[in-house]
């Protein structure tokens, strides 16, 4: 069964400070890994999608990069309204052609 | 501009009333889902509907029936709630892989 493990589960920065959010999965044939943006009482945004090792993408202050075994969403010199909980889900290959894993999120705090 | 839009927002209910939520999405896409997240923030597939047909059923009780009457709607019906059943329900949509979702559904079961 596939397997999607975010870390930390919360983070607390300050504003400014730089750190990354880590998504390690076990897919068998992994087709694409997904970012997404969750505010309280809000439906999950969608960020990135990312397809094949090495890849990376960027958005303002937010970038995603993808290796065979995890992606890291790096956050560079976070505000406060970057908080959220970020998810991450896989999209595999062999199996339904729609279907997402999530894993369970990184709630984001940055204090100003 | 909703692109997919839900309602009621809210939805409070006694044990063993049956619910609905309905979900609409004006993007033009051939999939809908439905998703719950739980309290712990989890947000597991429950359905999935391409173009009208069925392709995802994941293992939810039988008190819960998707419907959906053309491509631009899903709809999601609850048999005789459960105090298990209080949790967040999403609907999204997609084209290709990247999933939109609605603004969510909070059903509390008392």
């Known amino acids: 069964e596939d397997q999607v493990t975010q870390s930390p589960e919360a983070l607390r920065l300050q504003e400014g400070e730089s750190s990354s959010l880590n998504c390690s999965y076990t897919v068998s044939g992994l087709r694409g890994l997904f970012w997404y943006r969750q505010d309280p009482g809000k439906g999950p945004e969608f960020l990135f999608t990312?397809?094949?090792a090495g890849e990376e993408k960027e958005k303002e202050r937010l970038k995603a990069t993808l290796t065979k075994k995890e992606s890291f969403l790096h956050i560079t010199a976070p505000k406060p309204e970057d908080s959220a909980t970020y998810l991450c889900?896989?999209?595999?290959?062999?199996?339904?052609?729609?279907?997402?894993?999530f894993g369970k999120g990184t709630l984001l705090t940055v204090n100003p | 501009d909703t692109a997919v839009s839900q309602t009621p927002k809210y939805l409070v209910t006694q044990m063993g009333n049956d619910k609905s939520i309905k979900c609409e999405q004006n993007?033009?896409?051939?999939?809908m889902y439905w998703y719950k997240q739980d309290s712990k923030k989890f947000l597991k597939i429950m359905f999935s509907y391409n173009n009208k047909e069925l392709i995802i059923n994941e293992t939810v009780p039988n008190r819960f029936s998707p419907k959906s009457p053309d491509k631009a709607h899903l709809n999601l019906h609850i048999n005789s709630l459960e105090l298990g059943d209080s949790a967040v329900y999403f609907c999204?949509?997609?084209?290709?892989?990247?999933?939109?979702f609605g603004p969510g559904t909070r059903l509390t079961v008392t």
């Open positions: 889900a896989v999209y595999r290959s062999g199996g339904s052609n729609y279907k997402l894993t």
């Open positions: 993007l033009g896409h051939d999939t």
């Open positions: 999204a949509s997609s084209q290709a892989h990247e999933q939109y």
């Open positions: 990312l397809y094949s």
